[in-house]
């Protein structure tokens, strides 16, 4: 079958929508999603961040949405309020470039619930993107009508259903239609979401868009060996030598983010920093201004930089390695978004060099020393 959005049953004033933000080919996760989700099956994907699996479940949102019908007809849930605000952004510009004349509104926790009703009472938006606390609240109250949702889609789906957040999503899907379909996506399917998943959902077809590559083939990895008390320095010379665009520096350790960035700026270098001492205004303003360009380097830990998309990240600069293959994968993803090409750095002291050994086996990719 032809790899393109027509051959997938994309309308044309998608596909029209879709060519205004450059992207005119599907990603592999698309090609797989868009046939099944139109079927209106229950499904769980597995795609990397990064692949293009918001797009692989709006487009066929976007397909099934009446937007005549002033009701709610889709929710989005997501674990983190970056990821709600990338993928209404998504919404945004999929809906303006088509003219689907589809509405959308983001609902989280910390927000004035009472404006967040009024909003719901004035514009009766066709799709819901938020967390899943504070929509199970208002479903309660009665503000958001649960019999007129014909989709759920549950994005990072390890994370919502976790062993102590998966009561809401239960209660949510509790609330609507019987015949309501269930898209379920995340970069990996744990026993435990995939148990939790089942108990909800009605014979889920099964998709992996990881299975191909286990990593982007478009990111190239290296490594340079120095001493422990020299890294910064290092990582100095490195982006240097590397002239990146645009990059993300990861360390392990959530309190010396704040220290690399003062050094960083310090040589000149324009840098911003997430930490778990940020209010959610000064995490956004950072985002905001590294989205802008007029950040050039972000530091952050893992859990930090959880849930993250940014599209024209350059290099992925790692100061320490990662705990395991499956997380130095998760930061390597960072870059080459889509179809660019990257390049992930980690700055390695001479005993890493085994875990380097063990990550190339695990992964089948080769580090090449810088």
Known sequence: MENTFQALGVSEELINGLSKQNITSPMPIQSLVLPVAKEGKDLIAQAHTGSGKTLAFLLPLFEKINPSLRQT??????????LVMQI???IRLLNEGSNAGITSLTIMGGMNIEKQIEKLKKNKPHIIVGSTGRILDLMKKKKITAHTIKTIVLDEADNLLDKNQSH???????????DTQIMLFSATINPFTLASAKEFMKEPVMLNACTETILNPNITHLYTVTEFRKKFETLRKMIN??????????LNNNHEVE???EKLN?????????YGSQTKEQRKQTLDQFRSGKLEVLVSSDLSARGLDIQDITHVFSMDLPPSAHDYLHRAGRCARGHNKGTSLSIL???DLATVKEYEKK??????EA
């Open 363 to 368: 992964l089948g990719i080769k580090m090449e």
């Open 259 to 261: 220290v690399a960035v």
């Open 88 to 90: 209404q952004e998504q």
């Open 73 to 82: 007809q889709a929710l989005i849930l997501a674990p983190t309020h970056e």
């Open 241 to 250: 030598i590397q002239n990146p665009t645009k990059s993300l520096v990861f």
């Open 266 to 274: 310090y040589h000149g270098k324009l840098a911003g920093g997430l």
């Open 349 to 351: 002291t001479p005993r």
């Open 168 to 178: 809401p999503i239960k209660d949510i899907i509790k609330a609507v239609m019987k």
